[in-house]
């Protein structure tokens, strides 16, 4: 039976599009987000089994505070889904731009990660996916922050899988790595290749989740250029 997820950072993209499948699924689902207006246009169009919850992952203390707020209105979770991210800030210079993308990225994934693991830990099961990319395989001269951001969130997850196959609980820790997928956050990128549309991932996406893959590219054909990119010699690379 389709359980409880909470989707973090679903107004737009794949986030968004994710809460449009998982409920399709029958799922009982939570969405946050920074624009609460767009939280309320997505409970429109889906109504019942959707909850909304206005969350910044930035501010950590009060973001820790709105998911416990959504989880007792869905009266539990089984499933959560870290996918708020942005790959700069437009705040200007680049260390201001750095330090938000750290804030939000790292600090506030770490934040929500470590939490819902002792709340899963605590009621004996839970399942908790992160939203990588597969820029998060290399370093990027064009966006370095985001590329070791998602590269912080591999590695953590990684390590919260070990810590979960030594926990008395049955939990589950899901790295998905999308490529080119269309999006707010990719409307000004060129040269992109491979494009998904952010539905198309979101199924991938979903049918990782109910098979509790460890990790999953999306779209599947991305795992070619992860085996590529391992080929390449750092020497080469650092000069392109």
Not at 84 to 108: F, H, Y
Request: net charge positive.
């Amino acid at each position: 039976m389709p359980g409880k997820a909470i989707i973090i950072g679903a107004t737009s993209g794949i986030g968004r599009s994710l809460a449009v499948e998982l409920h399709n699924r029958g799922y009982i689902v939570g969405a946050t987000g920074r624009r609460n207006q767009r939280l309320k246009e997505l409970q429109d169009e889906l109504g019942d089994r959707l909850y909304i919850q206005t969350m910044d992952v930035s501010h950590t203390e009060n973001a820790i505070k709105q998911l416990k707020r959504i989880t007792d209105q869905m009266n539990g979770l089984d499933i959560i889904v870290l996918n708020a991210g942005i790959s700069r800030s437009g705040e200007g210079t680049t260390r201001k731009t750095d330090l938000k993308v750290v804030d939000i990225n790292i600090r506030g994934f770490a934040n929500l990660t470590s939490f819902c693991f002792e709340q899963f830990e605590k009621q004996g099961h839970g399942h908790l996916v992160g939203i990588s990319s597969i820029a998060s395989l290399f370093g990027w001269g064009r966006t370095p922050v985001y590329n070791a951001s998602k590269s912080f969130v591999n590695t953590y997850l990684q390590g919260y899988r070990q810590k979960a196959n030594h926990s008395d609980a049955n939990i589950t820790i899901t790295n998905i790595l999308p490529g080119f997928v269309r999006s707010e956050m990719t409307e000004n990128k060129k040269n992109m290749f491979w494009v998904s549309s952010a539905k198309k991932a979101a199924t991938q996406i979903a049918d990782a989740i109910e098979a509790k893959k460890d990790k999953a590219y999306v779209t599947k054909r991305w795992r070619l250029i992860a085996w590529l990119i391992k080929l390449i010699p750092e020497k080469i690379w650092n000069r392109m």
